[in-house]
């Protein structure tokens, strides 16, 4: 049956372009512009979808974007929100979650036969015993309860995120935050935005007509104006998601998400409409008032052709007279209160000759035959005091559909998240903001304020408090008159039935008496009950049942309801589809200057902190094991090299750089001569481990420090910040990126290295030293290090001339078989050399006497970082040491791997840190933390593997292979 | 997001800071008892209220103090070291 009348003046409808489109294999027309439950509606259409739990037939409730019951798929997207989301030519849609169509779905038979069964927390106690038979219920019942299936083949679509900013950001286009806009545009220097989710501004102003045609022009007054002011700008059909911390705002588009920063936010979000709760209060044909307005004037829409509008406030009188303006033949009016108080409204419904039943209740809308539509409501005598309808007396009204206007409830989910404090307003039976954190405003219907010259003055309050907020003392101050008609929202819509069905909450199928059963559980706090109910845990996140639900509360704990309180709808305030929360796969690592000869080369990279490094280089047909010892083999007999740039680079120059170091790290660096380098090690104030470098003296004034890859930055920090502190002459640069380090080690690494310069000085560096030379007119730092190997220089070259030198060094390596290593290898080798590394050996909570490193530590200086605390700690018995060990000789077995325990007669003394087998020593080598008393080498311990056999280990001295003769 | 005040640079967002504990004040390591000390090292008073704490901006390696109630999470103000160092010397 086609529903569609006359065009209505600012209706949302482009009549002169159809759309053709199908729902549930049926085709169906309708008009540019119209939503899919619009053209629907419009088309006679009144089972939209099916309810989460029961699968009752669901059709139209608040039309007022969150009818989560309406969601459809098109193949490819699922939960396409149907009072949102406008038809496009060739739409092919069917609800979700049903069995069979959401005419015939065979799931509706839970809700008629089962649903007795079904009472609050059923699943929590049916299901969770026995435990093995869960995951089978939980499989039946994810099939039947829920929403729409996932498509896994979804296209992947980049939505970039936008930056903004505002000085003044308005949510809603309602005329309280048309009015704020405005005042606040007064200003000129000030960039303001409003948003509204709706496709057109305007808020009720469009709609609420009482079949006058003033609010419409009221309405294009506002926006004429509005439109022609430049420091304003509208985007409608855009929803502001969420509040977070220092006023960022997510706009949330169909396109995508522009983050808004404001200085001030004026919250007109108005309010949302609460249905009456009575039985049967879901039928497709039961709708909030608002939503039959909407329809009305939005989609030029008849909603019903035989109509009763239930109300308890004023405003189903004024939806009855829109009505009557649609077709609808208005065939009563019931008002739950006694004595129906505006005298005007009730005046012009008198002259339509429409009946109205004061102290009267919908008893409860009587279903067709299929159950898919009403064919009438039950009407009573009520009694507000005792809340008791008068069955006895009830008499039948036959209707299609029933207008249902019992009050409202503040859309305050950014006020709530911004951290509102709310109160309870008697006058109008609603919460509204208390107090407000700094430079957030509410104006409006959210705030308190329904009359129309007072939402408009509220809106230039809003405005010109935000102004002040900003430092504009001279904006004007405006007084808004307070409330002083009756309650735009009744405080107790709710009629008892004995048989149920009365719906409080529509996206989680929650009726009436599930509150009360949920409270003689015991979940009679808000929180509380929310959880077991699941009240508001819906799509729709309570908007349309978070009022009714505090109500119902309020009144089972006989408590007023300001004292029940309310909880916190949870950004996003809307169903955001999760493709516009992705970000790009953006993870920056950092390169060596010459990162493409080793990929070339055949490197297989791995992330070490922020860099990326090769952790060995692959040969064909050889695995990572035998890689791994070939490489380090390579070390051992002739010569290996190996890029570490990633080592942090800290230059400490200026008349105090010595004395700052000797603050900093453990060790003595006043009487280190230039050109002497010498280990550093750093612990934090509590004596913890923190790194290790190597500090090189390059002049008098000025030292050149690397330490460790991931702690780089962190120490560099720590640095700056003591440097603060001390107050000393000291300049610090972080030199990290500016060069890169070539490292050429093994018994033949002299004759790679000295074979590119003529000067004397390479030939000449022993250990411990470090010298600045030319190599192929690049100047180069270059140190004698012995971490990997016993001959090791240490090549530091500027960055951009690092390929060069590192193209040089190979070449001039090839007659001794040089081979580059990686990460992986540079591991076992210094292993192999018996040297621990920070992080890897140690944890949050080594201290340097478990690693034996006392020598380190100049207790003698005056102050260093943590002195104090080893003071301290050298009175305490240690409890665990670091010792090399080793496996017994052809280790076969369950391999030991690292955190795997060291245990002695069933106590944990330790556990492994480092272990791998070890060609050149022709054995399993490792650290382990074991008993302070085990540390001469020679004593046993014993490991606890993966699979609980025992493996005994023996301590020995390092490096390891030196040691070999003695094992 | 939160945005914070670097003394240098101005307001920046939080994802450009990191966070370097409470400043305490340390004492004369020469005189203090060794609980006196491990009190300095581990206690933290962690009682919501106003608290100095040290705050780094990392793009450009600049430490500050930032006076922030951690009850309300509002920043009263923000400056670099050595006038905390002042303050302290007028009292």
Redesign the interface.
């Known amino acids: 049956m086609n529903m569609r009348i006359n065009k209505q003046t600012g209706e949302w409808l482009e009549r002169e372009k159809q759309i053709n489109f199908t729902y549930e294999g049926k085709k169906f027309t309708a008009y540019e512009g119209d939503t899919i439950t619009s053209a629907l509606w419009a088309s006679g259409e009144k089972v939209l979808g099916r309810s989460f739990k029961y699968h009752r037939p669901r059709g139209v409730l608040s039309l007022a974007n969150h009818d989560i019951n309406v969601m459809l798929t098109d193949g490819v997207d699922t939960n396409i929100r149907g009072d949102v989301i406008t038809v496009k030519e060739g739409m092919s849609l069917t609800a979700v979650n049903t069995l069979g169509g959401v005419k015939k779905d065979n799931l509706r038979y839970i809700g008629k036969l089962l649903s007795p069964f079904l009472v609050v927390g059923f699943y929590y106690k049916a299901f969770f015993r026995p435990r093995f038979m869960f995951p089978f219920w939980e499989n039946i019942i994810r099939h039947g309860a829920g929403l729409g299936k996932v498509n896994f083949n979804y296209p992947r679509i980049p939505k970039p995120k936008l930056n903004e900013h505002y000085d003044v950001l308005v949510v809603g286009a309602g005329p309280s935050g048309l009015a704020a806009a405005l005042a606040a545009s007064l200003d000129k220097q000030l960039k303001i935005l409003i948003v509204d989710e709706n496709k057109q501004a305007g808020g009720s102003l469009g709609y609420d007509r009482a079949g006058s045609v003033t609010p419409q022009s009221q309405l294009e007054e506002l926006l004429s104006e509005v439109n022609i002011t430049p420091n304003i700008t509208l985007r409608t059909d855009a929803y502001a998601g969420a509040y977070?911390?220092?006023h960022?705002i997510p706009i949330i588009e169909f396109s995508g998400i522009t983050k808004v920063?404001t200085k001030t936010l004026i919250i007109a979000t108005g309010v949302f409409e609460q249905p009456p709760v009575f039985r049967n209060n879901d039928l497709p044909g039961v709708m909030n008032g608002s939503a039959a307005q909407r329809m009305i004037y939005r989609y030029g829409i008849k909603p019903f052709n035989d109509g009763v509008v239930f109300t308890a406030n004023d405003y189903g009188y004024r939806v009855a007279l829109d009505l009557i303006h649609a077709g609808t033949n208005v065939k009563a009016v019931v008002d739950l209160r006694k004595t129906p108080v505006s005298s005007i409204l009730t005046r012009e419904l008198a002259n339509h000759d429409i009946r109205i039943y004061s102290g009267h209740c919908v008893y409860e809308a009587l279903a067709t035959s299929d159950d898919m539509a009403v064919k009438g409501v039950v009407i009573c005598p009520f009694d507000e005091e005792t809340n008791q309808a008068d069955s006895e007396q009830s008499f039948t009204i036959e209707c299609d559909g029933v207008a249902m206007s019992a009050g409202w409830a503040s859309a305050a989910a950014l006020l709530y998240q911004s951290g509102m404090k709310v109160k309870y307003d008697y006058t109008i039976e609603q919460f509204i903001p208390d107090s407000l954190p700094n430079g957030i405003f509410a104006a409006g219907k959210v705030n308190g304020v329904y009359d129309f010259d007072q939402r408009i003055a509220d809106g230039a309050r809003a405005a010109a408090e935000a102004m002040r907020y900003m430092g504009m003392d001279n904006a004007p101050v405006i007084t808004v008159q307070a409330h002083s008609n009756v309650s735009p929202s009744h405080s107790f819509p709710v009629v008892p039935h004995p048989k149920g069905k009365n719906f409080v909450d529509f996206d989680e199928d929650i009726q009436a008496k599930d509150f009360i059963n949920a409270a003689k559980e015991g979940f009679d706090n808000i929180e509380l009950m929310k959880r077991f109910t699941t009240v508001g845990m819906g799509p729709s996140q309570g908007k349309h049942s978070n009022m009714n639900a505090i109500r119902i509360l309020a009144r089972i704990r006989e408590l007023p309801v300001e004292k029940i309180g309310s909880t916190t709808s949870r950004p996003f305030f809307h169903p955001t589809p999760i493709g516009h929360l992705g970000g790009r796969n953006f993870h920056p690592v950092r390169q060596s200057s010459i990162q493409s000869w080793h990929a070339d080369a055949g490197a297989v990279f791995v992330d070490v902190g922020a860099w990326s490094r090769p952790a060995y280089y692959q040969k064909p047909g050889v695995d990572l094991a035998e890689i791994i010892q070939q490489e380090s083999m390579a070390v051992h007999n002739a010569v290996g090299i190996i890029d570490g740039s990633s080592l942090g680079k800290i230059e400490v120059c200026g008349p105090d750089a010595a004395q700052f170091l000797e603050k900093f790290f453990t060790g003595k660096f006043a009487d280190q001569k230039v050109g002497e380098i010498r280990y550093a090690l750093s612990i934090d104030?509590?004596a913890v481990v923190a790194d290790d470098g190597i500090v090189s003296r390059v002049k008098d004034e000025l030292f050149y420090i690397t330490i460790g890859t991931s702690n780089a930055a962190m120490v560099?920090?720590e640095m700056?910040?003591w440097l603060?502190?001390w107050?000393l002459d000291v300049g610090l640069i972080?030199v990290t990126g500016s060069y890169g380090i070539i490292n050429v080690v093994g018994p033949k690494a002299v004759h790679v290295v000295s074979s590119l310069t003529q000067d004397p000085l390479v030939s000449k560096l022993t250990a411990g030293k470090v010298g600045e030379t030319i190599i192929s007119e690049v100047p180069v730092r270059i140190m004698c290090v012995t971490f990997v190997s016993n001959i090791g220089y240490e090549i530091h070259v500027p960055a951009d001339s690092m390929l060069a030198v590192w193209e040089k060094l190979i070449k001039a390596g090839t007659a001794y078989d040089i081979r580059p290593f990686g990460t992986d290898t540079q591991r076992l080798l210094r292993l192999e050399m018996g040297h621990y590394l920070p992080a890897y050996d140690t944890d949050g909570l080594t201290i340097p006497y478990e690693l034996g490193c006392e020598s380190e530590l100049a207790m003698d200086k005056p102050?260093f970082v943590g002195?104090?605390?080893l003071?301290?700690l050298a009175k305490k018995t240690l409890k665990k040491r670091l010792v090399p060990f080793v496996l017994a000789d052809n280790f076969s077995g369950q391999m030991p791997e690292d955190c795997n325990l060291v245990i002695e007669n069933g106590e944990i003394k330790g556990r492994v840190t480092s272990i791998s087998y070890s060609s050149k020593v022709d054995r399993v080598i490792g650290f382990a933390y074991v008993d302070p008393n085990k540390v001469e080498a020679g004593s046993q311990f014993e490991i606890r593997t993966d699979n609980g056999s025992m493996v005994k280990a023996t301590v020995v001295n390092t490096p390891f292979f030196n040691s070999k003769k003695e094992f | 997001?939160?945005?914070l005040k670097c003394p240098i640079n101005g307001t920046r967002p939080i994802s450009e800071f990191?966070y370097?504990g409470t400043y305490r004040d340390m004492p004369d390591?020469e005189i203090?008892t060794?609980s006196e000390?491990?009190s300095y090292?581990?206690y933290r008073d962690n009682a919501p209220g106003l608290k100095k704490e040290?705050w780094?901006h990392g793009p450009s390696?600049t430490?500050f103090i930032a006076e922030r109630n951690t009850l309300t999470?509002e920043v009263k103000d923000t400056y670099?070291?050595?006038k905390l160092v002042e303050q302290e010397s007028v009292k």
């Open positions: 977070y911390t220092d960022l920063r104030e509590s560099y920090r700056q910040r603060q502190m107050q972080n102050f002195q104090r605390s003071k301290i | 997001m939160k945005l990191v370097g390591h203090v060794d000390w491990a090292v581990h040290w780094y390696g430490w999470d670099l070291f050595n």
